[in-house]
């Protein structure tokens, strides 16, 4: 993901205060700069870096800022940007792993105003929006909804209806997803490409849904995370490949690479169940109970099909806890 002091949104796709019945600078204003240090011998460090920039927003008028989780994930140091190009540090509160929301304290007293949280369920398809980045104006983008649906990502996670957006935004991580009326609903998560008319590629943004947060923001930020039993995790990275389920990649020191997956193996079953797609393979492994639990899984590989024993972790546990200032 490139830095996010070295580029600027062509000023065609930025958005313009006139479009809006809200005020656009205020809005923006409560959106943050994120730069985080992790480190090197973080679990997360190899795959997500040591050094990591993105974006966040006010959402209590006491320094609370959400944003996407990988930005924090296992930092030591968070220094947080304010739109008049102020920096204070920021100390990470807490990290749902189920969203995908991250949350910091900034670690001074700021004047700076919050960004009422939405309803992302009320949104519609074709609805213009702003993803709005940290600077302003001319590092946010005046997009439209173009899509809510189910997502599934290669790390066992699975949102039920994601919301994608559309042009992108370059510099995704932690972005605002504000809506017509001035509120926020969603933070932005990835880049995809999606395929439009004529089969030409278009770049759209992954926004996790606002709604996600309101039933875990209590507890992630009285404890850091959310309540109840967390999901069994197995450190497996799969993809789909002409209708098959195909790992791509593990964890190092994941339950999935101690029962001796590999990277190749073709995923046919859990527990007996068929599985077909990402979702249905991980909402399966979930359904097996909570983190601990052994999940029964049918392979094929070298022409040979195979029945293995997976014992789950949690994911949690492989992650190094925030420094405490």
């Known amino acids: ?49 040591t050094e990591r920039a993105g974006h966040g927003v006010f959402i209590r008028d006491n320094g609370l800022v959400l944003t996407i989780g990988y930005l924090i994930t296992e930092a030591e140091t968070i220094w947080i940007t304010l739109s008049d190009g102020r920096s204070v540090p920021g100390h990470v509160l807490g990290y749902d ?34 993803v709005g980045g940290a600077g302003g104006r001319s590092r946010s983008v005046a997009a439209r909804i173009v ?30 997803l504000i809506g017509p009326t001035g509120d926020l609903l969603g933070i932005g998560s990835l880049q995809l490409q999606h395929v439009v008319d004529k089969g030409q590629p278009q770049n759209i ?12 923001l209590d507890d992630l930020m009285k404890t850091g995370n959310r309540k109840g039993p967390p999901r069994p995790w197995l450190g497996l990275y799969a993809t789909e490949v002409e209708s098959r389920l195909v790992v791509v990649g593990l964890a190092d020191r994941g339950p999935a690479k101690k029962a001796d997956i590999r990277n190749g193996d073709i995923l046919l079953s859990v527990a007996g169940k068929e599985v077909r797609d990402l979702a249905g393979l991980f ?6 109970g909570q983190a601990g639990v052994e999940v029964p899984m049918t ?9 293995l024993r997976i014992k789950s972790s949690e994911r949690n546990r492989f992650l190094k806890g925030p420094s405490l200032h």
Request: no cysteine.
């Open 97 to 130: 792993q189920e969203t995908g929301f991250g949350l910091v304290q900034a670690l001074a007293k700021l004047d700076v105003p919050a960004l009422d949280i939405g309803q992302s369920s009320e949104t519609s398809v074709g609805e213009r929006v702003v």
């Open 205 to 216: 943004n992954m926004i996790v849904p606002i709604d996600l947060l309101k039933p875990v």
């Open 1 to 49: 993901m490139p830095s996010v002091s070295d580029w600027k949104i062509p000023a065609s796709a930025q958005p313009k205060p006139e479009d809006y019945g809200y005020d656009l600078d205020q809005a923006l204003a409560s959106v943050v700069g994120l730069r985080t240090i992790v480190p090197a011998d973080a679990f997360t460090a190899e795959t997500l870096g």
């Open 147 to 176: 899509a809510k649906q189910e997502f599934a990502g290669y790390w066992e996670y699975v949102l039920d209806e994601a919301i994608f957006t559309a042009p992108s935004h370059p510099n995704w991580g932690g972005t605002a």
């Open 283 to 288: 909402r399966r492994i979930w359904a097996q």
């Open 299 to 307: 392979i094929y590989r070298d022409g040979e099909t195979m029945d």
